[in-house]
């Protein structure tokens, strides 16, 4: 603490100080923004971190303290967009359509086993025990 010009004590705050506040307040609101974006509240958390980690390594160079929300912000949405690049699957083209998938069996055919399954659970037929045994 110094003195000020009136003689009160002025506390001097360090860059890590300012941004600890700053993130304090700013976490909650780059979480719904995050959760906005992404529609998954762990996806969310992971971003809101991955912004204020970035925000806090341009601490320093963040020169309007004032703009550091809207900083943080941008750094959120590219950090999700970057994300999302990562993720996702690449499309196959192909130079003609694939084949079609083998047809499901027709009802008629389905009945029929199902029935023949019946049939074998009221009339088993021989169990071991029923076999002749060979020597």
């Given at each position: 603490?110094?003195?000020?010009?009136?003689?009160?004590?002025?506390?001097?705050?360090?860059?890590?100080?300012?941004?600890?506040?700053?993130?304090?307040?700013?976490?909650?609101?780059?979480?719904?923004?995050?959760?906005?974006?992404?529609?998954?509240?762990?996806?969310?958390?992971?971003?809101?971190?991955?912004?204020?980690?970035?925000?806090?390594?341009?601490?320093?160079?963040?020169?309007?303290?004032?703009?550091?929300?809207?900083?943080?912000?941008?750094?959120?949405?590219?950090?999700?967009?970057?994300?999302?690049?990562?993720?996702?699957?690449?499309?196959?083209?192909?130079?003609?359509?694939?084949?079609?998938?083998a047809p499901?069996?027709?009802?008629?055919?389905?009945?029929?086993?199902?029935?023949?399954?019946?049939?074998?659970?009221?009339?088993?037929?021989?169990?071991?025990?029923?076999?002749?045994?060979?020597?």
């Amino acid at each position: 603490m110094r003195p000020a010009e009136g003689g009160a004590p002025v506390r001097v705050t360090t860059a890590e100080e300012q941004f600890t506040e700053f993130a304090t307040l700013a976490a909650a609101r780059l979480r719904r923004t995050a959760f906005l974006l992404c529609g998954d509240w762990h996806t969310a958390e992971d971003l809101a971190q991955t912004a204020l980690a970035k925000v806090f390594v341009s601490w320093r160079r963040i020169s309007h303290k004032d703009a550091a929300q809207a900083y943080a912000t941008r750094t959120l949405v590219n950090s999700y967009l970057a994300l999302r690049r990562r993720k996702r699957v690449a499309e196959v083209l192909l130079s003609r359509l694939p084949e079609r998938a083998a047809p499901s069996q027709t009802p008629e055919l389905r009945l029929v086993m199902l029935d023949a399954d019946q049939r074998r659970d009221r009339h088993p037929g021989p169990t071991d025990q029923d076999r002749p045994r060979s020597l």
